[in-house]
């Protein structure tokens, strides 16, 4: 069964602008891209009018959360798969806090079986550091890497023990397989839920202070040298673990970073008041200062790539008021286009700079067979049109959850199709 994409505009790197492709896929995998000045015999081939709108590689991201097993309330992996490929994502990685905590081999299969028989897109699961996250004891990353795993990580919270961590770099190593570590330290936390910074002073509440994170970012990456392993930085704010990582990264440390859209583009002095939760998440949206830092360390390739750090919950736990609700905010349906009119559209990025964060970058660091737009590659398509503005409305999400402060915001860049391995799992 084969397919064309008729009509496309595929980023040209060299040229630095869009070409009129056509495209045609057959067995899962991209056959041909020929010129759009050719005429094409489609045949009996399914035909997709991509009508001059943008044709990209499927769209990465390392780190979501789908809530599944034991949140399905928050989502579940039909629905977050769904979600995922409204956004235009082809391949996500999902993080281990679930109910159970993916720290057993089982728990891998689940995923793994459950995504076979419900999900839309890829999914590459993440298994626990340690059982139940708890931090008291490592799993048996043997075990899971064999269940299929594609890497460690305690996302939620941060590995508190050196030593633990120090063990749990010196294993994956020998495994040949990353770290990828939510940086935050407990004791400089404790309960605050804002940054320390304009917010925080002028409510009058506790702050969390950008040495939480930095202070993980630069233990870590002296394990990392230490230890030789590939460790990766999760969605990293402050301009201190920017510093850290850069320095890292010029004396050779196998260290690799994450910036999410919500880092990028919101400092604490947009948080409205004290009574909206979809401001919270965690890490805590940065002082102003943070944001540029951030954003230059994903324009020098300090931090390599973006995701979304999709972390839905429902609208009753987001009720419960800023210090009681859960962090976090769902991510998928609006990065690109958030990302697209807030940085390309004004100029400061290229269309393929983003994309290559988007695509490329991640497929590097992680050695997934995919992200990239060329004969031979997976068919993992996204096609974005870039023109039409539309107003970011939460009761259109397919996530099961609706959190997200960027409700009513009116921006361009929305995927109308999706495609993985050839077949269109998703179409406006
Ligand atoms: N980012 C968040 O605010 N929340 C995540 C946990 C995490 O990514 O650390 C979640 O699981 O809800
Ligand atoms: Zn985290
Ligand atoms: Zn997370």
Redesign the pocket.
């Known amino acids: 069964m084969s397919l064309w994409i008729l009509n496309g505009s595929l980023w040209n790197e060299e040229a630095g602008k869009l070409e009129t492709k056509h495209i045609r896929v057959s067995e899962g995998r991209i056959a041909e891209i020929v010129e759009g000045s050719e005429s094409v015999d489609t045949g009996s081939a399914e035909v997709v009018d991509a009508k001059g709108n943008l044709v990209s590689a499927g769209f990465i991201d390392m780190h979501v959360?789908l809530r599944d097993p034991g949140f399905e309330h928050k989502e579940d992996i039909a629905t977050g798969t769904r979600s995922a490929a409204k956004g235009g994502f082809t391949t996500i990685a999902c993080?281990p806090?679930t109910r159970p905590v993916i720290d057993k081999p089982e728990t891998v299969k689940y995923v793994l079986d459950k995504t076979e028989r419900e999900g839309i897109v890829k999914v590459l699961p993440y298994a626990a550091i340690t059982k139940n996250e708890l931090g008291r004891e490592l799993t048996d990353f043997a075990a899971l890497k064999e269940a299929g795993a594609i890497g460690f990580t305690d996302?939620?919270v941060g590995v508190q023990n050196a030593q633990m961590m120090k063990n749990a770099m010196a294993l994956a190593k020998s495994l040949d397989m990353p770290v990828i570590a939510?940086c935050e330290d407990d004791t400089l936390v404790e309960g605050a839920w804002a940054t320390e910074g304009a917010f925080s002073r002028k409510h009058g509440i506790k702050g969390i202070p950008n040495e939480s994170e930095a202070i993980h970012v630069g233990r870590d990456v002296l394990l990392a040298e230490a230890t030789g392993v590939h460790y990766h930085v999760c969605?990293v704010s402050t301009e201190q673990s920017v510093r850290l990582i850069r320095l890292a990264k010029s004396i050779g440390v196998s260290v690799t970073a994450e910036v999410c859209p919500h880092h990028l583009l919101l400092s604490d002095e947009d948080i409205p008041g004290l009574d909206d939760a979809n401001w919270k998440?965690?890490p805590p949206l940065r002082t102003p200062r943070d944001v540029q830092a951030v954003i230059e360390g994903l324009e020098d390739g300090t931090l390599d790539m973006i995701v979304t750090?999709h972390?839905p919950?429902s609208a009753e736990e987001k009720a419960r008021g800023v210090d009681l609700a859960?962090?976090?905010i769902v991510g998928f349906e609006t990065a690109f286009p958030l990302l697209y009119t807030k940085f390309v559209a004004t100029g400061r990025w290229t269309l393929g700079f983003l994309l290559q964060r988007m695509t490329k970058d991640p497929a590097r660091v992680f050695r997934l067979d995919t992200g990239r737009l060329e004969q031979g590659a997976p068919a993992d398509l996204t096609i974005v049109d870039l023109e039409t503005e539309r107003a970011v409305d939460p009761a259109t999400f397919l996530s099961k959850s609706s959190n997200t402060p960027f409700g009513g915001w009116k921006l361009k860049g929305w995927p109308v199709t999706t495609i993985v391995n050839g077949k269109i799992v998703w179409a406006e």
């Open positions: 959360h993080m806090n996302d939620g939510h969605h998440m965690n750090d972390a919950h859960p962090f976090g």
